[in-house]
Nanobody, 115 residues
């Protein structure tokens, strides 16, 4: 059974930092990353590791957020610095299975940035 367990969300003032973690288990993944969804908005990519190992970032977070991973622990992290109120959203861990390219989602973790 595939599980994605997220942690690290919370409330922070503008300019502050948070670190999200996502531990994945249950299968082999070819890609892992983070998406977010603000109220009334569509879910959008934040940062991901592609199947080739490259990183992709949303333009809005470049230079502020950093995605990293620990392959031994099958865990991906998102370091978020210089947070802005517009970063407020539910952040979802995403993983794509290596065999059938099935998309898996974590339950989401709330990040709230106050001004």
């Amino acid at each position: 059974q595939v599980q994605l367990v997220e942690s690290g969300g919370g409330l922070v003032q503008a300019g502050g930092s948070l670190r999200l973690s996502c531990a994945a288990s249950g299968t082999i993944f070819k890609s892992m990353g983070w998406y977010r969804q603000a109220p009334g908005e569509q879910r959008e990519l934040v940062a991901v590791f592609t199947s080739g190992g490259a990183t992709n970032y949303a333009d809005s977070v470049k230079g502020r957020f950093t995605i990293s991973r620990d392959n031994a622990k099958n865990t991906v992290y998102l370091q978020m610095n210089s947070l802005k109120p517009e970063d407020t959203a539910v952040y979802y861990c995403n993983a794509i299975g290596a065999w059938r390219s099935t998309w898996y989602w974590g339950p989401g973790t709330q990040v709230t940035v106050s001004s």
